[in-house]
């Protein structure tokens, strides 16, 4: 058995996503490179404090609990994480895990995006974590910082960052 008592041909791939097309990009690399029959697929989604934190105080540190595809899937059910579903974004999660056999969940946070997928890593005990790259340009990334550098320097697993074309 593995550290956390899994076995040791389970796996647990996070993918950071934001819906942006940089995030698209990763999700569809991680399905045609990485993925393999069985794997567990965590799709980490953080949302940005707001208005409705009172709302998500009970996860406000831990993050909500881990939504399966079938829930991720309805909008009804997001509503209540404040979370708008991407429909190429489910379309790809459920060929996925139809044809690779993957276990998908959801996991959201909300708060600063660098610090809460360095946490997500630790606390999911993932294995690799796929990102996308917005492709910011040098001033810019002084300026606003890169959630995608803080995440390489910080995560306690192998990262890999799917840049734009």
Known sequence: ?????????????????????????????????????????VVLHVLHHGGEEAKHALWGKSGSPLIPLSEFRDPTAMQQYGVHCDAEVLDMLDTAARQLELTVVAKLYWGDAREKLCDAVEEQKIDTLVMGSRGLGSIQRILLGSVTNYVLSNASCPVTVVKGK
């Open 1 to 41: 058995m593995a550290s956390g008592g899994r076995a040791d041909d389970e796996r647990r791939i996070a993918v950071a996503m934001d819906y942006s097309a940089s995030s698209k990009r990763a999700l569809d690399w991680a399905i045609a490179n990485l993925l393999r029959r069985g794997d567990h697929l």
